[in-house]
């Protein structure tokens, strides 16, 4: 039972031109989701976050999208660099400990 | 600064070995966490702690287990390896609980294989 789906396995970009890499939830119950970025041979390390109570949040290049209705989140990076090219996690956790990831999608950015 | 430093980095077992994957944080973080990766799929939970004697399952928890005596360290025990475990394993950190907006740190990860 996936209840963190990422159905987009890769994605190529135009370096400058805006990444969107999508993530579908199926527990209503999330209320925190979170963005991780990861490079080849290394841990994921934390992007960006979005708390249920918002739809948006913003950090320079990033911005997270929200909508709770539909169980979807986004996330747009612009303009798309070559070091953007990576594996992005999405992942939703609820009050308590745990982290649920999506399977991940590799973001090509090419020059 | 360290962060979450996980060893070894590689190891190849053989069906039926047992080993340890080390795991130690040095942010005084109260939350610990194993992951496992396998080709093409996200990170599935392993165990987690959230202090020191205290450890409770993840999604995944079958052929391993865990011990938190400390707060710095969070050893992976294997027991009976089997083909199945073949992985990368990743030890994670956080200050409290990720909902709570406390960013977690994730160690380079251990590669394992059983043959």
């Known amino acids: 039972d996936q209840q963190v789906k990422q159905n987009s396995p890769s994605l190529s970009v135009q370096e400058g031109r805006i990444s969107i890499l999508n993530c579908d939830y199926t527990?209503?119950?999330?209320?925190?989701f979170l963005w991780y970025k990861k490079y080849p041979a290394e841990g994921p390390t934390f992007l960006i976050s979005?708390?249920?109570?918002?739809d948006k949040n913003e950090d320079g290049r990033f911005t997270v999208f929200l909508n709770k209705s539909a169980k979807h989140l986004s996330l747009h990076i612009v303009p798309s660099q070559p070091g953007d090219s990576a594996v992005y996690f999405c992942?939703?956790?609820?009050?308590?400990?745990?982290?649920?990831f999506g399977t991940g999608t590799r973001l090509t950015i090419i020059p | 600064n360290a962060g979450v430093t996980q060893t070894p980095k590689f190891r190849i077992l053989k069906i039926g070995q047992s080993m340890t994957l080390q795991c130690t944080q040095d942010?005084?973080?109260?939350?610990m966490y194993w992951y496992r990766q396998d080709p093409g799929m996200g990170l599935k939970l392993i165990y987690y702690?959230?202090?020191?004697?205290?450890?409770d399952k993840g999604e995944v928890p079958n052929g391993y287990n865990v011990s938190r005596s400390t707060t710095e360290d969070f050893p992976l025990r294997l027991e009976l390896a089997a083909p199945s475990q073949t992985s990368v394993y990743f030890c994670?950190?956080?200050?409290?609980?990720?909902?709570?907006?406390?960013?977690?740190?994730f160690g380079e990860g251990s590669w394992l294989t059983v043959v």
């Open positions: 702690s959230v202090g020191a004697g205290i450890t």
């Open positions: 994670a950190s956080s200050y409290s609980t990720p909902g709570s907006g406390n960013t977690i740190y």
């Open positions: 979005i708390s249920s109570i918002k």
């Open positions: 942010m005084n973080h109260n939350y």
């Open positions: 992942a939703a956790c609820t009050g308590n400990e745990k982290l649920t």
């Open positions: 527990n209503s119950m999330f209320d925190y």
